[in-house]
């Protein structure tokens, strides 16, 4: 079967295809056909975050060309024979009716080209920003109705959960059916959640932030230092060089809820004490210091929440997921703390948002339903 996968929850417009096949009942084995992402960060950066109204319409821009070499890559895509179902292509204009220019794209795109091969649509119905979510979505409706192809909506932290089991530069990969229960620790810029996940679609959150997502407190923090944003890849550059140099930091920035029984987290406190100590010492401090010791604070909280959580329900197999997985500190703290565990980690390209994650997911939770009934939900949770 090939899977035609679509993301449009934040600031990365992304399409990707995926080959499945099932081997037994024990694996099934994929291949990677294209993976395409178009990245809004630049546009973002000027701003110092993202802006939903910028984001949908650069989403709504990119959408067509995105489609287009996706399926190049696949070799799935043929010149135009015959003429384009008028009906067919009248649903897709009322669907995309509120996206300013996506139809007119997409009309150029039918008129031209045939599209070959592919058996089942997925599209990111949430979490996320609901602007963003809804244009990705509509443009996955419309292509639903246009090549008469099922959609299936899936959730976005399910997608960053099992992309993980895409190997390292490989197109392909083996998913075995044998390996839950596990834990899985999601961290990026919406979400910080500990999930025991017990089997396909069956999800337990053990703990989740109260306010602050990590991957947000890592860009906020970065934004009072001046650095661009995504902050998060920028602090740890700066933070491991600090690591390189000093053994230790000074400031010692709190640790919230470190201590508490509970799995949940808490950044907002975190963020406010290094606002705090910036605003004080505008003059003379150390920006990679102050980016280390907000590292080494927010990475504590994770790490011992993870850990207790690892031992608590006896699990020996981790995954992480989500924007913040990319954290090089983290990764090296959670190896050293959890030697006896298996730890599963994206691959670099499929740490951020992606599309193939989205595909993945839904050969698994392939329910598809009318398009009429698929709507975005910002705050789409995992569990229930
Ligand atoms: O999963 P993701 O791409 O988008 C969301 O669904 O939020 O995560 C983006 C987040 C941003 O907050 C970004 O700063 C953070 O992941 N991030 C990192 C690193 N790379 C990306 N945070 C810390 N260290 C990194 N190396
Ligand atoms: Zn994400």
Not at 140 to 159: C, F, Q, R, T
Not at 194 to 204: E, H, I, N, Q, S
Not at 237 to 254: L, M, Q, V
Not at 275 to 298: G, L
Request: glycine share 8%.
């Amino acid at each position: 079967m090939k899977i035609l996968g679509i993301e449009t929850s934040c600031d990365e417009t992304a399409i990707a295809i995926l080959s499945t096949q099932k081997d037994s009942d024990e694996e099934t084995h994929f291949e990677i056909l294209s993976n395409c992402i178009a990245s809004q960060a630049q546009i973002h950066a000027k701003y110092g975050g993202v802006f939903p109204a910028v984001a949908k319409r650069e989403h709504a821009k990119a959408l067509v060309p995105i489609l287009e070499l996706a399926l190049r890559e696949a070799g799935m895509i043929q010149e135009k024979s015959g003429e384009v179902d008028k009906t067919r292509l009248e649903k897709a204009k009322e669907i995309l009716e509120r996206e300013t220019g996506l139809y007119e794209d997409l009309l150029v795109f039918a008129k031209k080209y045939d599209i070959k091969g592919v058996d089942q649509l997925a599209v990111t119905r949430g979490p996320g920003l609901e602007p963003t979510l809804w244009v990705g979505i509509n443009f996955a409706k419309a292509l639903s109705v246009l090549w008469d192809i099922p959609l299936i909506p899936i959730n976005h932290m399910e997608g960053h959960i099992f992309s993980v089991f895409a190997e390292d530069g490989n197109k392909n990969f083996t998913i075995r059916e044998d390996m839950f229960p596990f834990i899985s620790l999601l961290v990026s810029g919406g979400h910080s959640e500990l999930v025991k996940v017990d089997g396909w679609g069956m999800y337990k959150i053990l703990g989740e932030t109260k306010d602050d997502a990590v991957g947000e407190a890592f860009d906020k923090v970065a934004r009072m230092l001046g650095l661009p944003y995504p902050g998060g890849p920028e602090i740890s550059k700066i933070a491991d060089k600090h690591r390189k140099i000093h053994e230790k930091e000074e400031i010692g920035f709190p640790r919230p809820m470190m201590h508490e029984k509970s799995y949940d987290f808490s950044f907002s406190g975190l963020k406010t004490a290094v606002r705090y100590y910036v605003e004080k010492n505008q003059d003379d401090m150390d920006k990679s210091e102050v980016a280390r010791a907000f590292e080494d604070a927010a990475v504590d909280v994770l790490v011992k929440k993870t850990v207790d959580a690892m031992k608590e329900f006896g699990s020996n197999m981790l995954v992480v997921g989500g924007g913040v997985a990319a954290n090089s500190y983290l990764k090296e703290r959670l190896i050293k703390e959890l030697s006896d565990t298996k730890i599963f980690y994206p691959r670099s390209d499929l740490s951020g948002d992606n599309a193939l994650m989205v595909a993945i997911a839904s050969f698994y939770f392939g329910q598809s339903i009318p398009v009429d009934e698929i709507r975005a939900e910002g705050n789409l949770r995992i569990e229930g």
